[in-house]
T-cell receptor, first 115, second 116 residues
Framework: QKEVEQNSGPLSVPEGAIASLNCTYS??????FFWYRQYSGKSPELIMF????GDKEDGRFTAQLNKASQYVSLLIRDSQPSDSATYLC???????????????FGKGTLLTVNP | EPEVTQTPSHQVTQMGQEVILRCVPI?????FYWYRQILGQKVEFLVS????????KSEIFDDQFSVERPDGSNFTLKIRSTKLEDSAMYFC??????????????FGPGTRLLVL
């Protein structure tokens, strides 16, 4: 059974700081990694995806992937109160005939950015 | 910007009744999905659908559930004989492709289902 683990938080950072969100996954063959943001009562909203080891930057967001350690992270620079939400890590694909279709989500990390 | 839409936004039903949740995926997308999220829990995969058939389903997606694409735009999830534990937010999602770079799944706003 594939598992995706995240610290549930809450992670509290002051406005303007860097927020660091972490995720580990159990299936070493996983191929695609996604970060979604979910405001309370709303649907997941894509922030970014990453496939290759290393860093990928998009505006204030940087995703980092380390397949050897089975670890994905999301950095949010210059955090704003509007970034306060639950951040979901999702993983797709895997070994042993792993799915090309479904996303396996972590439970999410609640981020609070304090003004 | 194209988006996935879902109706209704909220649905209240009595235990044992049937419900149909509706979704309109993004128009050029080929792959469609249903997920659910019980309050306070993870988003869980239910089923994926491609070329008018189920491509994958989870253990949750038992005989109580069915999906259909009745026309060129709608994608529905039917839940027969609802149970209390079916109360959840149900999300529809769609993706353009399965290949890297076009596989991102975009989620609709969800239908909150409450079974009494």
């Amino acid at each position: 059974q594939k598992e995706v683990e995240q610290n549930s938080g809450p992670l509290s950072v002051p406005e303007g700081a860097i927020a660091s969100l972490n995720c580990t996954y159990s299936d070493r063959g996983s191929q695609s990694f996604f970060w979604y943001r979910q405001y309370s009562g709303k649907s997941p909203e894509l922030i970014m995806f990453i496939y290759s080891n290393g860093d990928k930057e998009d505006g204030r967001f940087t995703a980092q992937l380390n397949k050897a350690s089975q670890y994905v992270s999301l950095l949010i620079r210059d955090s704003q109160p509007s970034d306060s939400a639950t951040y979901l890590c999702a993983v797709k694909g895997g070994s042993s005939g792993g799915s090309n279709y479904k996303l396996t989500f972590g439970k999410g990390t609640l981020l609070t950015v304090n003004p | 910007e194209p988006e996935v839409t879902q109706t209704p936004s909220h649905q209240v039903t009595q235990m044992g009744q049937e419900v149909i949740l509706r979704c309109v995926p993004i128009s050029n997308h080929l792959y469609f999905y249903w997920y659910r999220q019980i309050l306070g829990q993870k988003v869980e995969f239910l089923v994926s659908f491609y070329n008018n058939e189920i491509s994958e389903k989870s253990e949750i997606f038992d005989d109580q559930f069915s999906v259909e694409r009745p026309d060129g735009s709608n994608f529905t999830l039917k839940i027969r004989s609802t149970k209390l534990e079916d109360s959840a937010m149900y999300f529809c999602a769609s993706s353009e492709e399965l290949l890297a770079g076009a596989e991102t799944q975009y989620f609709g706003p969800g239908t909150r289902l409450l079974v009494l």
